[in-house]
């Protein structure tokens, strides 16, 4: 059974700072993972889609990685802003199914 | 494109009455789409899946005649939460595939549904 562990679970930094958000995984045989992010009381809002056959993603700011062998992801934030300030999810795919990771909650400060 | 919405966004019910909360792909169709939970604090929990034409799959432990799942259309999916108590309040959020059902697809989300009983 898969599970998906993500650290730290709360992190508060202040704005500017580059920061990396960390997510395992238990199980290799993954088709992809995902990067959500989350308001408080809100949706999810996908950042980023990696598939197992690659490394890494980017969109503007955010920079994913994908370690499969270790069972690893990390996603980098360059520049925080109090905007960014949510909840992060990761999320492995195997056969159909997402598997959720516990979730970074962030709070950048201006 | 890919939107996904549910309807109702939020719903406040007397504890034993049912509650139905509907899942729309509105760009494309869905094979398969699926129902999570989700209480404060906590992460996402997969609480069955829906095939269209046939029925649910649930994860163990969710209680099949309780959370009536159905998917009737390749648009639609429903989830009727049957006689609800106060412990069912949480957070509802459906996800749905495009129809290809490739396991590489990016599963696209509903902005959720907040289910209060009283």
């Known amino acids: 059974k898969q599970e998906v562990t993500q650290i730290p679970a709360a992190l508060s930094v202040p704005e500017g700072e580059n920061l990396v958000l960390n997510c395992s995984f238990t199980?290799?045989?993954?088709?992809?993972l995902q990067w959500f992010r989350q308001d408080p009381g809100k949706g999810l809002t996908s950042l980023l889609l990696?598939?197992?056959?690659?490394r890494e993603q980017t969109s503007g700011r955010l920079n994913a990685s994908l370690d499969k062998s270790s069972g690893r992801s990390t996603l980098y934030i360059a520049a925080s802003q109090p905007g960014d300030s949510a909840t992060y999810l990761c999320a492995t795919r195997g056969f159909q199914k997402l598997v959720f990771g516990t979730g970074t909650r962030l709070l950048v400060s201006p | 494109g890919a939107v996904v919405s549910q309807h109702p966004s939020w719903v406040i019910c007397k504890s034993g009455t049912s509650v139905k909360i509907e899942c729309r792909s509105l760009?494309?169709?869905?094979?398969?789409m699926f129902w999570y939970r989700q209480f404060p604090k906590q992460s996402l929990m997969l609480m069955a899946t829906s095939n269209e034409g046939s029925k649910a799959t649930y994860e163990q432990g969710v209680e099949k005649d309780k959370f009536l799942i159905n998917h009737a259309s390749l648009t639609l999916s429903t989830l009727t939460v049957t006689s609800a108590h106060p412990e069912d309040s949480s957070f509802y959020i459906c996800s749905a595939d495009p129809r290809t059902g490739a396991n590489y697809n990016e599963q696209f989300f509903g902005p959720g549904t907040r289910l209060t009983v009283l």
């Open positions: 990696i598939q197992s056959s690659q």
């Open positions: 760009d494309f169709q869905a094979t398969t």
């Open positions: 199980d290799s045989a993954i088709y992809n």
